[in-house]
T-cell receptor, first 114, second 114 residues
Framework: KAGVTQTPRYLIKTRGQQVTLSCSPI?????VSWYQQTPGQGLQFLFE???????NKGNFPGRFSGRQFSNSRSEMNVSTLELGDSALYLC?????????????FGPGTRLTVT | QKEVEQDPGPLSVPEGAIVSLNCTYS??????FMWYRQYSRKGPELLMY????GNKEDGRFTAQVDKSSKYISLFIRDSQPSDSATYLC??????????????FGQGTILTVHP
């Protein structure tokens, strides 16, 4: 079974631009969560989607948004990029309906904002 | 104060040593516990997943949970240089609307030298 895939793997953007990241979960997994990982803050939860609905959201500004498609693939968008948005963005999927089971992570998208 | 505290190390041990990694948490609502291993520039890889207090063993890895003390541990026996990575503990609040949200410790950097 293929694992979680994320595209692109690396991105360099300029302040003020926007970016869209993509995540394809493990086949059969309907819950997708997104995390931001930085050296200072560690792994922080962004949001979770299940059946195209956002069920949970972390403490991030509204510039961070996401969506999920009917095939469970998910995208996250960051608008008006700031230097502090430079991070590794990880998505994870789980088969548990409540999103509380084991989560399997993708390799991440490394975003650099200059 | 962070909800999950983990000593960031770094921790350096000789090959063959027994490694002990630990986390404490403050929220009694945390019910599920996980350990992830993350190699440099990769996504976290799930090592252990447990719910109840007690020990769970998988090969050279043993996860231990003490809910009364809010303390979780990961033991690695016969450590190998390939175990060199960052180890992250994570917990899940099983109640309410915590869909998909893992709360992570800061991670412990482990180096196993030959």
């Amino acid at each position: 079974k293929a694992g979680v895939t994320q595209t692109p793997r690396y991105l360099i953007k300029t302040r003020g631009q926007q970016v869209t990241l993509s995540c394809s979960p493990i086949s059969g997994h309907r819950s997708v969560s997104w995390y931001q990982q930085t050296p200072g803050q560690g792994l922080q939860f962004l949001f979770e989607y299940f059946s195209e609905t956002q069920r949970n959201k972390g403490n991030f500004p509204g510039r961070f948004s996401g969506r999920q498609f009917s095939n469970s693939r998910s995208e996250m968008n960051v608008s008006t990029l700031e230097l502090g948005d430079s991070a590794l963005y990880l998505c994870a999927s789980t088969s548990a309906r409540g999103g509380l089971g084991e989560q399997y992570f993708g390799p991440g998208t490394r975003l650099t904002v200059t | 104060q962070k909800e999950v505290e983990q000593d960031p190390g770094p921790l350096s041990v000789p090959e063959g040593a027994i490694v002990s990694l630990n986390c404490t948490y403050s929220n009694s609502a945390f019910q599920y516990f996980m350990w992830y291993r993350q190699y440099s520039r990769k996504g976290p890889e799930l090592l252990m997943y447990t719910y109840s207090s007690g020990n769970k063993e998988d090969g050279r890895f043993t996860a231990q949970v003490d809910k009364s003390s809010k303390y979780i541990s990961l033991f690695i026996r016969d450590s190998q240089p390939s175990d060199s990575a960052t180890y992250l503990c994570a917990t899940v609040n099983a109640g309410g609307t915590s869909y998909g949200k893992l709360t992570f410790g800061q991670g412990t950097i482990l180096t196993v030298h030959p």
